[in-house]
């Protein structure tokens, strides 16, 4: 991945931040609503020239109505937790250009959950931006309609993100049922519910933005991330400041260096005004 980005400059100005803002419970409430407050603090990021970067599980097109919201007109934006990370551009046709996809075979990792987790739904995104699922399983992180697949079809993909979600478990249920298969070869987190997102060994957040941080030329105390859930414990260790939201898991809020308020007392709001 080679950005051409005025490095040298960017250097000088001491003053910007590299700030990595996720989604679901940060700048969202759980029902997908952005607040006025958290809208209007983070456009202001925008506006003072500080290079404001999404960071999501969420899949490219259910990320990109929130790079609109924010306002962002050129940047970058990571999607399905490091697995696809894109420059937005809106003078592209499509308002943005894929720079780097991080594929991997889903197959192991299906077969050892189907054994497992007989009972679960699996959704998976391609290496083209597709999604594919068992029992036409739906969610608004994937940006797409899912089209159903015979769980077989599954295994023949290549992908940049595999999801799998239970109806039949509780969270901490499911949780330890996941630990105990031992996945190998792959990255994942559990989510607020019976949830799993599974990326490419070694790619998170953390590692995508990392890698931009880089091309950028963004010394890591000029960085900060604010998240809450358990995919982003890797990015809020990785900042200069991390800032876990108020209702976020222990283990999220002892990997940050702070915490703000929850997302529906409008945390976010408070630590982008503290960068302005």
């Not at 697995?83 to 991080?102: A, E, F, H, K, M």
């Not at 089209?147 to 799998?164: D, K, S």
């Not at 890698?211 to 963004?218: D, K, P, S």
Request: proline fraction near 3%; glycine fraction near 10%.
């Amino acid at each position: 991945m080679t950005l051409n980005t005025g490095t040298e400059d960017r250097l000088l100005t001491t003053h910007q931040k590299m700030v990595c803002l996720d989604v679901d419970g940060t700048l969202v409430d759980h029902d997908g609503h952005m607040s006025d407050a958290v809208r209007e603090a983070a456009r202001g990021i925008v506006d003072a020239g500080h290079e404001v970067i999404v960071s999501t599980g969420r899949s490219l097109g259910a990320t990109l109505p929130v790079v609109q919201l924010l306002g962002i007109d050129t940047g970058y934006a990571v999607c399905s937790n490091g697995g696809v990370t894109v420059r937005i551009d809106t003078t592209l046709p499509n308002g943005y250009q894929v720079l780097d996809r991080r594929t991997f075979d889903p197959a192991p990792a299906l077969r050892a959950l189907r054994d497992a987790l007989p009972t679960a739904k699996y959704a998976l995104e391609d290496d083209e931006g597709n999604f594919l699922s068992t029992e036409r399983f739906q969610d608004a992180s994937f940006g797409v309609e899912a089209q159903a697949v015979p769980f077989e079809r599954l295994t023949e993909a290549t992908a940049v993100r595999l999801v799998v979600f239970s109806t039949d478990s509780s969270s901490e249920e499911f949780g330890e049922a996941v630990r105990a298969i031992g996945l190998h070869g792959v990255t994942y987190s559990v989510g607020w519910t019976a949830w799993l997102d599974i990326a490419a060994e070694g790619i998170t957040k953390a590692s995508a933005i990392e890698a931009l941080r880089g091309e950028l030329g963004y010394a890591r105390q000029d960085t900060v991330a604010v998240g809450d859930g358990r995919n982003d414990i890797e990015m809020l260790g990785w900042a200069g400041r991390g800032v876990a939201m108020g209702q976020a898991p222990d283990e999220v809020k002892a990997a940050a260096d702070e915490v703000t308020a929850s997302v529906d007392e409008d945390g976010l709001a408070q630590v982008l005004h503290s960068l302005l």
